[in-house]
């Protein structure tokens, strides 16, 4: 299964991590795209702490690569400009997309179709074709324009997921509220996932050999 991951600038980019170690394990090819901003996010919330972030975006995204991705799926890096990228079309037939964490700007530019980069016209292949689209904004508190660019976005098909993790699996560490968001969407987009245990069962089913822990 073919999945496009666009990474913008809001607060968030473990979820962005951790989606992408999941949907490479479950055997995914992840057309992966990470705006400048959400390359700066990166750099300051995921790369250790006490080292100077990388100058540049491109090794940024590439150290992103190297900690998460892994199992049997494959990555590739898509530039934000380019508009000759498989997704950029309908005719590319690819099932889903999933855009975490999604910020507000591009909330906006997807809701009201003004896509000026990858990221925005993956979204808009997704809407236009009847296809599978998650955002995942991470934004609080949220104005009456975020929350009328939702409505419109899921009128539109779109499965608008804010980054709201549940308790009820009872969580131990933040990666457990990461995970649970995470298996949110994978859930929406059709692939497998053991990331948490599904209510009323005691715990989650053991991963398949090769599968994203």
Do not use: Q
């Given at each position: 299964m073919r999945v496009f991951l666009g990474v913008t600038g809001a607060s968030g980019a473990l979820y962005a991590g951790h989606a992408l170690r999941a949907l490479t394990g479950a055997g995914c090819d992840v057309g992966l795209c990470v705006s400048g901003a959400g390359a700066h996010v990166i750099s300051h919330e995921i790369l250790e702490a006490g080292t100077r972030p990388p100058d540049d975006p491109a090794l940024v995204v590439e150290t992103f690569v190297r900690r998460f991705a892994g199992g049997p799926g494959s990555v590739t890096v898509l530039g934000l400009n380019d508009l000759t990228a498989p997704f950029a079309s309908g005719s590319s037939l690819a099932p889903a997309a999933l855009i975490?964490?999604?910020?507000?700007?591009?909330?906006?530019?997807?809701?009201?179709?003004?896509?000026?980069?990858?990221?925005?016209?993956?979204?808009?292949?997704?809407?236009?074709?009847?296809?599978?689209?998650?955002?995942?904004?991470?934004?609080?508190?949220?104005?009456?324009?975020?929350?009328?660019?939702?409505?419109?976005?899921?009128?539109?098909?779109?499965?608008?997921?804010?980054?709201?993790?549940?308790?009820?699996?009872?969580?131990?560490?933040?990666?457990?509220?990461?995970?649970?968001?995470?298996a949110k969407a994978l859930d929406h987009l059709g692939v497998p996932n053991h990331l948490i245990a599904r209510w009323g069962e005691a715990a989650a089913a053991p991963p398949a050999p090769g599968a994203a822990l």
């Amino acid at each position: 299964m073919r999945v496009f991951l666009g990474v913008t600038g809001a607060s968030g980019a473990l979820y962005a991590g951790h989606a992408l170690r999941a949907l490479t394990g479950a055997g995914c090819d992840v057309g992966l795209c990470v705006s400048g901003a959400g390359a700066h996010v990166i750099s300051h919330e995921i790369l250790e702490a006490g080292t100077r972030p990388p100058d540049d975006p491109a090794l940024v995204v590439e150290t992103f690569v190297r900690r998460f991705a892994g199992g049997p799926g494959s990555v590739t890096v898509l530039g934000l400009n380019d508009l000759t990228a498989p997704f950029a079309s309908g005719s590319s037939l690819a099932p889903a997309a999933l855009i975490a964490p999604c910020s507000g700007s591009t909330m906006a530019a997807i809701a009201h179709g003004t896509a000026r980069n990858l990221i925005h016209r993956c979204a808009d292949v997704m809407l236009k074709e009847r296809r599978r689209l998650v955002l995942m904004p991470r934004e609080t508190p949220l104005s009456l324009i975020h929350l009328e660019n939702m409505a419109a976005l899921t009128r539109a098909g779109a499965v608008v997921m804010p980054a709201m993790p549940g308790f009820y699996t009872l969580p131990r560490r933040v990666e457990d509220l990461v995970d649970f968001m995470v298996a949110k969407a994978l859930d929406h987009l059709g692939v497998p996932n053991h990331l948490i245990a599904r209510w009323g069962e005691a715990a989650a089913a053991p991963p398949a050999p090769g599968a994203a822990l």
